[in-house]
């Protein structure tokens, strides 16, 4: 058997479309799945496996180069002749080392179903750290602020509600897959969403929302299914006049559920920005180095550390959570607390990448036979090479909104404070960034992320206060709409026609977006 890993930086986006391209070339030289074995890692999990090839981006060549024995890099993820230009010179000369054991079909059915269970029970592991880190930090910060602290971390909440709910979750995801299938079938919407722990998360909101409801656990899965469904649908549609002009007609849409607040920045800069030609963020001589803020691992366990210790050192001389203020001890605690979260949230996302690589490539490969030539929908980083200064200007844009919405909450002595995440500046800001760029130039790009940054702190903020009945705190979802999504369904609780109703007019006014304005768009030439 030859192993393959692809590689990028969270082991859930263009890795994921990597592997799926290669499984499909591989197939066509009539490989046999029995004959190989193809998984999706993160970067660091990459580097410490014993694999025969890996398959990675330009973004990430540089440092797989320092340990893959064999490396093959694709500029686009979405071109399979490229895919097999790189791969099979390669995999053939593995092939030729290797003598081929063809073990029987059934055993490949036995391991993706022992994946999917296996990767829920590790999910439960990882939630189980978040909550030891969660309860005493949230009473520190009580105790000093008099404010309820969350931590905006979708992987976060996501185990959490899976502890509870995780076969509701699992199949809601399903659900909200085969209603994604059947809208880009039957409708103008021939979208399909490849980001598949996005389509994991808005089924956790749905189901954690509608749990809060009073309704029997099959009504919770049938309406999550819709509601999930109607929005990886909608939202890569309302997405693609943005991406089009933002990526010069790529071919395709944005998979990302924070697509409101883009398509908000994006008009944010065509009303408030400049001349998109005249000030394009990407004739600046703008360093692009970001590298730092793609660690999101990093980056959760530095922001609870620092407000760990900022919330010890405002109780006083007094014992909270176990911890003395104004100590050492407390320094180490703090430091604790950020790691062993940083360290649950990767446990959560082994969990993730392990059963989500079962389930979105076979969503795939059923969905390119009933949708053919449908248009996918990609995770954000995908726009990143699009507009690299766009990116960072986008970056300084959000965090400042970010911080500026928070104080707003303290000054108006809003019960709930979002601790900034600045890996949120990083991927929904530098999205943005390259959006507003497209529309209304740097001004469009640093407004519309900055507009971006305040509207998610305080959707986040209010989302937790709808929640109040779920059981769960601490945490809350972060991207935009994941928290209008949960606002919808927590205010029109118990009427569940009226929920379904706005979904449906979300569902109408996509459609009338590709009918009058995406696809007149598409057929012209981009500027």
């Known amino acids: 058997m030859i192993k393959i890993i692809t590689v990028c930086g969270m082991g859930l986006g263009s890795g994921l479309l990597l592997r799926m391209s290669a499984e499909r070339v591989l197939k ?21 496996q014993d694999v025969d090839i890996f398959i990675t981006t330009p973004e990430f060549a540089p440092r797989c180069r320092k340990w893959a024995k064999r490396l093959v890099v694709i500029k686009n993820v979405l071109d399979d002749k490229e895919m097999e230009r790189a791969l099979m010179p390669v995999f053939n000369e593995v092939a030729a080392s290797k003598r081929k054991q063809r073990p029987p079909n059934v055993e490949r059915v036995l391991t993706s179903a022992f994946k999917i269970l296996l990767g829920v029970t590790i999910m439960h592991c990882g939630a189980a750290v978040i909550a030891a880190v969660l309860t005493p930090m ?13 931590v905006p971390v979708n992987e976060a909440i996501t185990a959490l509600a899976a502890t509870k709910f995780s076969a ?35 089924a956790a909101v749905c189901t954690i929302m509608l749990s809060t409801s009073h309704l029997s656990s099959i009504q919770v899965l049938v309406y999550g299914a819709i509601i999930s469904g109607i929005v990886i649908t909608t939202m890569p549609a309302f997405s693609m006049p943005l991406m089009h002009k933002a990526t010069k007609g790529a071919g395709f849409a944005l998979g990302h559920l924070a697509t409101m607040g883009y398509c908000v920045a994006g008009l944010i800069g065509k009303f408030v ?18 590298g730092f803020f793609r660690e999101a691992l990093l ?27 104004r100590t050492w001890e407390s320094i180490t605690w703090a430091l604790g607390q950020g790691l062993t979260f940083a360290a649950g949230v990767a446990i959560i996302l082994l969990g993730m990448r392990t059963f989500i690589g079962e389930i979105v490539p076979l969503f795939r490969s059923i969905s390119d036979k009933i949708v053919p030539n449908a248009i996918p929908a990609l995770d954000c980083p995908a726009v990143f090479p699009y507009g690299p200064n766009s990116v960072f200007i986008g970056f300084l844009g959000y965090t400042i909104g970010m911080f500026i919405m928070i104080v707003i909450l303290w000054v108006i002595k809003y019960p709930i404070t979002v601790i900034p995440m600045l890996f949120h500046s990083f991927f929904m800001g530098g999205t943005a960034g390259v959006i507003g760029n497209a529309t209304g130039g740097r001004r469009g790009a640093f407004l519309g992320a900055g507009f971006q940054g305040l509207l998610n702190s305080f959707l986040q903020a209010f989302l937790v206060t709808l929640m109040a009945n779920s059981g769960f705190s601490g945490t809350t979802f972060a991207d935009t709409d994941y928290c209008v999504t949960g606002i919808i369904i927590g205010n029109l609780s118990g009427l569940m ?16 977006v590709e009918v009058k304005i995406t696809r007149p768009m598409l057929a012209e030439k981009p500027e």
């Open 168 to 202: 509701q979750i699992i199949f809601t995801m399903l659900g909200a897959l085969v209603v994604n299938i059947i809208l880009a079938r039957f409708t103008p919407l021939r979208y399909i969403f490849l980001t598949g722990h996005h389509i994991l998360f808005i």
């Open 138 to 150: 949230s009473k520190v910060i009580t105790q000093a602020f008099h404010l309820q602290a969350v």
């Open 28 to 48: 066509r030289h009539g490989i046999q799945e029995s004959d190989i074995d193809i998984e999706v890692a993160d970067i660091g999990t990459a580097q410490r």
């Open 299 to 325: 980056l959760m366990g530095l922001a609870v550390t620092v407000v760990c210790l900022l919330a010890v050192f405002c109780t006083g001389s007094i014992r909270v959570a176990g911890v003395y203020a």
């Open 497 to 512: 026609p009226l929920v379904l109703a706005a979904f449906v007019v979300m569902l109408a006014i996509a459609i009338l």
């Open 273 to 290: 920005g400049g001349d998109p030609q005249k000030t394009d963020s990407e004739k600046m001589g703008l360093s692009s180095s970001l």
